[in-house]
Nanobody, 120 residues
Framework: QVQLVESGGGLVQAGGSLRLSCAASGRYIMGWFRQAPGKEREFVGG???????YYADSVQGRFTISRDNAKNTMYLQMNSLKPEDTAVYYC??????????????????WGQGTQVTVSS
């Protein structure tokens, strides 16, 4: 059983920044996803076991993912936030060793979610 603890959401004005954290109970392939009201859960970005990072086109250049291996903690630094970034953000762990995935269905464990609200 993998436990994930998220933190760092909140309310910010457009153009502002937030940093989300996700602490895991080990070192895994990890991803960030988000879900806005009435919309499907969508891939935001993630990091492989070898610390390669991946991003959705919509956040490329604005969001940065990193990991502190000593703490098994993944971070999502979000800059230049837009109102359309408003959503509940979830971190997730993929146990498989087959490689990174952008599909939510291929992640095995999920954090509790944290609300990010960007006001215009």
């Amino acid at each position: 059983q993998v436990q994930l603890v998220e933190s760092g959401g909140g309310l910010v004005q457009a153009g502002g920044s937030l940093r989300l954290s996700c602490a895991a109970s080990g070192r895994y392939i990890m991803g960030w996803f988000r879900q806005a009201p009435g919309k499907e859960r969508e891939f935001v970005g993630g990091i492989s076991r070898s610390s390669m990072t991946y991003y959705a086109d919509s956040v490329q250049g604005r969001f940065t993912i990193s990991r502190d291996n000593a703490k098994n903690t993944m971070y999502l630094q979000m800059n230049s936030l837009k109102p359309e970034d408003t959503a509940v953000y979830y971190c997730a762990v993929r146990i498989s060793r087959l490689g990174f995935s952008r599909l939510a269905s291929e992640y095995d464990y999920w954090g509790q979610g944290t609300q990010v609200t960007v006001s215009s």
